[in-house]
């Protein structure tokens, strides 16, 4: 079946601009999740999201990220007013029930660069 | 400090040959430990996942080992071809969160002809 898939796969913005980043789960996972992959540096969790509620916004970096999930499926990640720092690869995992022992099933992220 | 150290950071083989990759963590308590392959481009794809009752698991010529006194893990990868080439990131869980990942920076392979 379909993996996760995000659009868009590369973004070039200038500092100061909003941008929106999408998220597409595997179909019947309610568990998703975004991360932040900068440079040389692991994955940064950002946010986990359980249907459509998200019980742990604890690693957005700032107020000028924001998420949201509709219908348990499509997920969007907002950034406003970018920043140079915030360029980086975004990237959105899926699991079936967020359980511990779950594999979470990445998509390929967007590539977001701010200028 | 970082909670998942990985070693080397990069690793240059030729074709054929086998290889390993270390992982210590300081993460505790544990639950359990995830390696990951991510090619260039790509999202991570999971290879293994240990408990902290498991010592070694193989998915094809990937074997992971876990020794959760010491904290370390490796990935052995045997007859090492072109496509392994990539980016191996080892992960850890603790108890405190279902769902929360504490991810390594990697150890990006290359295989050469």
């Known amino acids: 079946g379909a993996g996760v898939s995000q659009s868009p796969s590369n973004k070039v913005t200038e500092k100061g601009k909003d941008v929106e980043l999408r998220c597409d789960p595997i179909?019947?996972?309610?568990?998703l999740y975004w991360y932040r992959q900068s440079l040389g540096q692991g994955l940064e969790f950002l946010i986990y999201?359980?249907?459509?509620?998200?019980?742990?916004k604890s690693g957005l970096p700032s107020d000028r990220f924001s998420a949201e999930r509709t219908g348990g499926s499509v997920s969007t990640l907002t950034i406003q007013r970018t920043q140079q720092e915030d360029s980086a690869v975004y990237l959105c995992?899926?699991?079936?029930?967020?359980?511990?022992?779950?594999?979470?099933?990445f998509g390929p992220g967007t590539r977001l660069l701010v200028l | 400090k970082n909670q998942v150290e990985q070693s080397p950071q990069s690793l240059i083989i030729l074709e054929g040959k086998n290889c390993t990759l270390q992982?210590?963590?300081?993460?505790?308590?544990?639950?359990?430990l995830r390696w990951y392959k991510q090619d260039t481009g790509r999202g991570p794809v999971s290879l293994t996942i240990?408990?902290?009752?498991?010592n070694t698991k193989s998915n094809g010529r990937y074997t992971a080992t876990l020794d959760a006194d010491t904290k370390q893990s490796s990935l052995h990868i045997t007859a090492s071809q072109l496509s392994d080439s990539a980016s191996y990131i080892c992960?850890?869980?603790?108890?405190?969160?279902?769902?929360?990942?504490?991810f390594g920076s990697g150890t990006r392979l290359l295989v050469r002809p």
């Open positions: 995992a899926s699991s079936y029930r967020g359980g511990g022992l779950e594999t979470q099933y």
């Open positions: 179909s019947g996972h309610t568990a």
């Open positions: 999201f359980q249907g459509n509620s998200a019980p742990d």
């Open positions: 992982c210590n963590y300081t993460v505790s308590p544990f639950s359990n």
């Open positions: 240990m408990t902290f009752s498991e």
């Open positions: 992960v850890v869980r603790g108890m405190d969160s279902s769902y929360k990942l504490i």
